[in-house]
């Protein structure tokens, strides 16, 4: 049979790729995409063809997975149970995309990942596959076969001559995108344990940061960055940009105990330098040009919406369906926002939109000839009549 592997040339699918092979007799055909991993994506490649893949693709989805995926979800404003910004959760739908593709130009027979039974990845992935064509094959092996943990795959690992790529030093593992980098297991899985400093990868120390702060200027039309600083620029080349700015100040570090959609809590933490600013940096146009009923149900909605993203549903009627209804909000979000890094920490400064919807005559506590503030009397005495009805039923002792 003619598998097609999500292969990122890490422990568990160079050992998926050997065993495929050796256990179940099958073809395997790597897949590599490309989502901001840099040069492990090339190495990733010659792993697999090594290892003994029949045929190795590579991808650069860098531009699609930004402009199709990671800024739709952000029109959004998910943020999954109020702190983690999806950025793992956002790639998959992507990668079976292209992995159900390949499977058909090349006629495969399955797809296989290497998503453990435990984790959040095996549904996402195969959700996805299933959304885009309904009769195909998954295979999980860590469903499947009879290796217990890591230190039976380093020794199958060595059996075969595949590099073992974690160290007493280093014992966890990550995921990494232009979105972010997340870092699971080994140590982390004390959620008592601080995360050690030489673990991350983006973003400086806060402590070892620059000692003055540094303003960015974030550009948004309808809903999505277009610009840095005044300089137009492209969703990769605006994400690379702000994953720099961001991370050079220690802004976007985040250590998480979530809630998996298989029904455990996890720890994880998190580097998303860039789409932390984003986040703050659109709401703070939103401020402006959003209807407060609007904006409030937008809000409700993006928790649900969240949930989707986190849990597998991409390619779900529903997600498509708020999505339509959360552009249509976006629509509206065109403006800029101002914010401070230092060491760490954001601050929005400043916002403006040519679509605003702040009035400095209403909100002036100077003399005004719009707002009549007698009127507010009138108001409050209609809002309080359940309350007032209520309280007199108390004092009566009849509730």
């Not at 994506?41 to 531009?63: F, H, I, N, P």
């Not at 703070?284 to 009923?293: G, H, K, M, P, Q």
């Amino acid at each position: 049979m003619k598998v097609v592997l999500a292969y990122s040339g890490g422990l568990d699918t160079s050992i998926i790729l050997k065993w495929l092979q050796i256990e179940r007799g099958h073809q395997v055909i790597a897949f590599t995409a490309d989502l901001g991993q840099g040069d492990e994506v090339e190495r990733a490649r010659q792993k697999a063809l090594a290892t003994g893949a029949v045929k190795a693709y590579t991808l650069d989805l860098r531009e699609e997975f930004v402009r199709d995926f990671v800024f739709p979800m952000q029109r959004a404003s998910s943020l999954y149970e109020g702190a983690y910004l999806l950025g793992t959760s956002i790639a998959r739908p992507l990668i079976a995309k292209h992995l159900v593709r390949i499977a058909q130009e090349e006629g495969a027979d399955a797809l296989a990942h290497g998503a453990t039974g435990k984790g959040n990845d095996q549904v996402r992935f195969e959700l996805s596959a299933y959304a885009l064509k309904p009769d195909i094959v998954t295979i999980a092996p860590w469903r499947e076969w009879s290796f217990r943990g890591r230190q039976d795959l380093e020794e199958f690992a060595r059996q075969h001559g595949i590099p073992v790529p974690t160290t007493p030093k280093d014992p966890w593992s990550t995921d990494a995108n232009l979105l972010h980098i997340s870092y699971e297991g080994g140590l982390l899985e004390d959620p008592w344990s601080e995360p050690p400093e030489h673990m991350f990868t983006r973003t400086t120390d806060p402590l070892k940061a620059p000692d003055q702060p540094e303003y960015v200027e974030i550009d948004f039309e309808k809903g999505d960055p277009v610009a840095v600083n005044g300089e137009p620029l492209g969703p990769v080349a605006l994400l690379c940009l702000l994953n720099t700015l961001a991370g050079r100040h220690g802004v976007g570090r985040l250590d998480l105990v979530e809630n998996r959609f298989v029904g455990m809590k996890s720890r994880g933490v998190y580097e998303t330098p860039g789409g932390t600013v984003l986040y703050h940096a659109r709401r703070a146009v939103e401020s402006l040009t959003l209807d407060r009923e609007v904006l409030h149900t937008r809000d409700q909605l993006a928790v649900k919406y969240s949930e989707l993203v986190y849990n597998g549903f991409w390619f779900s009627p529903e997600r498509e369906a708020l999505q339509a209804y959360l552009d249509h909000v976006a629509a509206s979000v065109t403006g800029t926002a101002r914010l401070k890094l230092y060491r760490g920490g954001l601050q929005v400064v400043g916002r403006r939109s040519p679509l605003s919807l702040y009035s400095q005559e209403l909100v002036t506590f100077e003399a005004d000839q719009v707002y009549r503030q007698s009127d507010a009397a009138g108001f409050i005495r209609l809002q309080a009549l359940r309350l007032r009805v209520r309280a007199e039923l108390q004092e009566r002792g009849r509730i």
